[in-house]
């Protein structure tokens, strides 16, 4: 069975601050998906990366970075110099293929607020 | 990019009554629907994975018969809440992909409450 686990419930920190979103994950196949997604205080889902398994290269967007570690199984958010508008809940999702069908589920973590303070 | 328009945004109504919220893939054809409840504070579950012009297949714990799933164009996806009670109050929110593997994209959810 999949699993993602986002240790951090909640973080809490000054504007221009660099922040680490951890997120671990477990699963039995070899080939699977990791996401990042954005949901802010109006809930819609924003879509911030996809990696697939055999990706082990980092990513830099911007003011965002993510670190793919499989010996590890975590795939780590970083926001350098956050910003007030950076303040929302981050959910890091694992997607594999269903059992028996051909439908990729994604498993949610519990999901980290981060809240960035002026 | 992408864009999944979910209607209605917001509903308040009796217990008793059915809910009907549409998901409608606005720039592509979705070949699959997902449809997640999500409670306050609380991280998405998947209710049901629905591909076009097929039935629904609901998690385990979700019942079929009070979560009504259409998909009945490459566009469009609908969740009827059936017999709606305060227990089914939540936050709705459908996702649509083009094709296997590829990256969901969410709507803006549908906030259910339940009198």
């Known amino acids: 069975a999949q699993k993602v686990t986002q240790a951090q419930t909640e973080i809490s920190v000054v504007e221009k601050e660099d922040v680490t979103l951890d997120c671990v994950y477990e699963t039995r196949d070899t080939t699977y998906y990791l996401f990042w997604y954005k949901q802010p205080p109006s809930g819609e889902l924003v879509f911030l990366i996809r990696r697939n398994s055999f990706d082990e290269q980092n990513e830099i967007s911007g003011r965002y970075s993510w670190n793919f570690q499989k010996s590890t199984s975590s795939f780590n958010f970083t926001i350098t110099a956050s910003q007030v508008v950076d303040s929302a809940v981050y959910f890091c999702?694992?997607?594999?293929?269903?059992?028996?069908?051909?439908?990729?589920?994604?498993?949610f973590g519990k999901g980290t607020l981060l809240t960035v303070n002026p | 990019g992408a864009v999944v328009s979910q209607h209605p945004s917001w509903v308040i109504c009796k217990s008793g009554t059915s809910v009907k919220i549409e998901c409608r893939s606005l720039?592509?054809?979705?070949?699959?629907m997902f449809w997640y409840r999500q409670f306050p504070k609380q991280s998405l579950m998947l209710m049901a994975t629905s591909n076009e012009g097929s039935k629904a297949t609901y998690e385990q714990g979700v019942e079929k018969d009070k979560f009504l799933i259409n998909h009945a164009s490459l566009t469009l996806s609908t969740l009827t809440v059936t017999s709606a009670h305060p227990e089914d109050s939540s936050f709705y929110i459908c996702?649509?992909?083009?094709?296997?593997?590829?990256?969901?994209?969410f709507g803006d959810g549908t906030r259910l409450s339940i009198l």
């Open positions: 999702a694992l997607s594999e293929a269903a059992s028996g069908g051909s439908n990729y589920k994604l498993t």
């Open positions: 720039d592509f054809q979705a070949t699959t």
């Open positions: 996702s649509a992909t083009r094709r296997n593997n590829q990256p969901q994209h």
